[in-house]
């Protein structure tokens, strides 16, 4: 597409254009974002991502519904972020809006812009600045049917992304709110692994808030069965060993399913290791039996990167405590030599990964030309 193509399309994107050709415009454009040579033509092209964010207000639900879902293609690119990002207020209010039809949309469109640092410290602020903030994204999150015309699963992937902000998991480890508790049993939400998956990432963030580790283990959370449950299959242990195990995993029934997504398998071992980080979150982890399910899961897992993750933790679990100064695993530092080995190391397992996987999944969001950290 030229650029005179290019400012022949760009008139019909207006919401005084005559409904037909908005409608054929709109769904042009879908079709061009559903590859990644369209994707980077608009992704560079301010005016036409204006074009889109204005007809997300037009009366047609179908070109609304074409715009909002270029949008979701388009906001993979970074490169479009600057300009999508001046509209997160009205976006917001959408998006906690109980009645609004196109939540879901929204709610995709905002989870693609907050994963990268700097959209997500602008999320964060147009939350505050609005009047909308944490606790209200978590009560609707929490608020089955709160909009009867959208799941928004993807509120899940949202909150990940927005904790890597320190200010983020700050607030939803704050014991006064009792926030993190609220997410605990969508750990095992079967209805989405979308949500489900959004809730671990979240979790597994806040982990890495070591001054939190020892309230996250104790009663007031009991964090531990919320992971490793997930990952605990229909095996039978020695009585000894049962008793080792907290008790919403022992004498599981023997359809007892692990959990299917490999990436979120993954998190929840990312999570248990970072609760490793002190000697303190290393006693109480090893004095849960965290290792019997571990090992459990490892002969199970066929997955090349989830059977590594066990592995690490296995060699954390089972092995001799570090020396005196050097018991906060993530305060020690590593000598420069050390550490670009280590690196290596991840880049060679992450090439031989790549050579197994058709494809990778991450918390980005795209959708075809009919529809669809940390």
Same mark, same amino acid.
């Given at each position: 597409?030229?650029?005179?193509?290019?400012?022949?399309?760009?008139?019909? $994107?207006?919401?005084?254009?005559?409904?037909?050709?908005?409608?054929?415009?709109?769904?042009?454009?879908?079709?061009?974002?559903?590859?990644?040579?369209?994707?980077?033509?608009?992704?560079?092209?301010?005016?036409?991502?204006?074009?889109?964010?204005?007809? +997300?207000?037009?009366?047609?639900?179908?070109?609304?519904?074409?715009?909002?879902?270029?949008?979701?293609?388009?906001?993979?690119?970074?490169?479009?972020?600057?300009?999508?990002?001046?509209?997160?207020?009205?976006?917001?209010?959408?998006?906690?809006?109980?009645?609004?039809?196109?939540?879901?949309?929204?709610? +995709?469109?905002?989870?693609?812009?907050?994963?990268?640092?700097?959209?997500?410290?602008?999320?964060?602020?147009? /939350?505050?600045?609005?009047? $909308?903030?944490?606790?209200?994204?978590?009560?609707?999150?929490?608020?089955?049917?709160?909009?009867?015309?959208?799941?928004?699963?993807?509120?899940?992937?949202?909150?990940?992304?927005? +904790?890597?902000?320190?200010? +983020?998991?700050?607030?939803?480890?704050?014991?006064?709110?009792?926030?993190?508790?609220?997410?605990?049993?969508?750990?095992?939400?079967?209805?989405?692994?979308?949500?489900?998956?959004?809730?671990?990432?979240?979790?597994?963030?806040?982990?890495?808030?070591?001054?939190?580790?020892?309230?996250?283990?104790?009663?007031?959370?009991?964090?531990?069965?919320?992971?490793?449950?997930?990952?605990?299959? &229909?095996?039978?242990?020695?009585?000894?060993?049962?008793?080792?195990? &907290?008790?919403?995993? @022992?004498?599981?029934?023997?359809?007892? @399913?692990?959990?299917?997504?490999?990436?979120?398998?993954?998190?929840?071992?990312?999570?248990? /290791?970072? $609760?490793?980080?002190?000697?303190?979150?290393?006693?109480?982890?090893?004095?849960?039996?965290?290792?019997?399910?571990?090992?459990?899961?490892?002969?199970?897992?066929?997955?090349?990167?989830?059977?590594?993750?066990?592995?690490?933790?296995?060699?954390?679990?089972?092995?001799?405590?570090?020396?005196?100064? /050097?018991?906060?695993?993530?305060?020690?530092?590593?000598?420069?030599?050390?550490?670009?080995?280590?690196?290596?190391?991840?880049?060679?397992?992450?090439?031989?990964?790549?050579?197994?996987?058709?494809?990778?999944?991450?918390?980005?969001?795209? /959708?075809?030309?009919?529809?669809?950290?940390?």
């Amino acid at each position: 597409m030229d650029e005179e193509q290019a400012r022949e399309l760009l008139e019909f $994107l207006r919401l005084d254009t005559r409904p037909d050709l908005k409608g054929q415009a709109t769904g042009y454009v879908l079709g061009l974002t559903g590859s990644a040579e369209g994707r980077t033509l608009l992704a560079g092209r301010p005016d036409f991502l204006e074009a889109l964010l204005l007809l +997300t207000g037009d009366h047609s639900l179908a070109v609304v519904k074409d715009s909002y879902h270029s949008l979701i293609n388009l906001s993979v690119a970074v490169a479009t972020h600057r300009v999508l990002a001046k509209e997160l207020p009205v976006l917001l209010h959408r998006l906690l809006d109980p009645g609004y039809a196109f939540a879901d949309q929204v709610c +995709t469109l905002l989870s693609n812009l907050s994963r990268e640092e700097g959209t997500c410290c602008q999320v964060f602020q147009a /939350m505050q600045e609005e009047g $909308l903030g944490l606790a209200r994204v978590v009560e609707v999150f929490c608020t089955e049917g709160y909009n009867k015309k959208a799941a928004l699963h993807y509120l899940g992937p949202l909150l990940s992304n927005l +904790t890597q902000l320190p200010e +983020t998991r700050e607030f939803l480890l704050d014991r006064s709110r009792c926030v993190v508790q609220r997410l605990l049993p969508y750990t095992q939400y079967e209805a989405s692994a979308v949500r489900r998956g959004g809730v671990i990432g979240t979790l597994r963030n806040c982990c890495f808030e070591y001054k939190y580790h020892e309230w996250l283990l104790g009663p007031e959370v009991d964090l531990l069965p919320f992971l490793l449950l997930p990952l605990a299959g &229909p095996e039978e242990f020695p009585e000894a060993e049962m008793e080792r195990l &907290p008790v919403d995993l @022992q004498y599981l029934p023997p359809d007892k @399913q692990r959990e299917k997504d490999p990436d979120i398998r993954k998190m929840l071992l990312e999570a248990v /290791m970072l $609760l490793t980080a002190t000697k303190a979150g290393r006693q109480l982890v090893k004095e849960k039996g965290t290792y019997l399910v571990v090992r459990e899961l490892h002969r199970w897992e066929t997955e090349p990167d989830v059977q590594a993750a066990c592995e690490k933790l296995i060699q954390v679990l089972i092995g001799d405590e570090p020396e005196p100064g /050097m018991e906060n695993l993530l305060e020690v530092k590593i000598p420069e030599d050390v550490e670009e080995r280590l690196q290596h190391l991840d880049q060679e397992e992450e090439r031989q990964q790549g050579q197994q996987e058709t494809q990778s999944k991450g918390l980005g969001v795209q /959708m075809g030309p009919s529809g669809l950290s940390r």
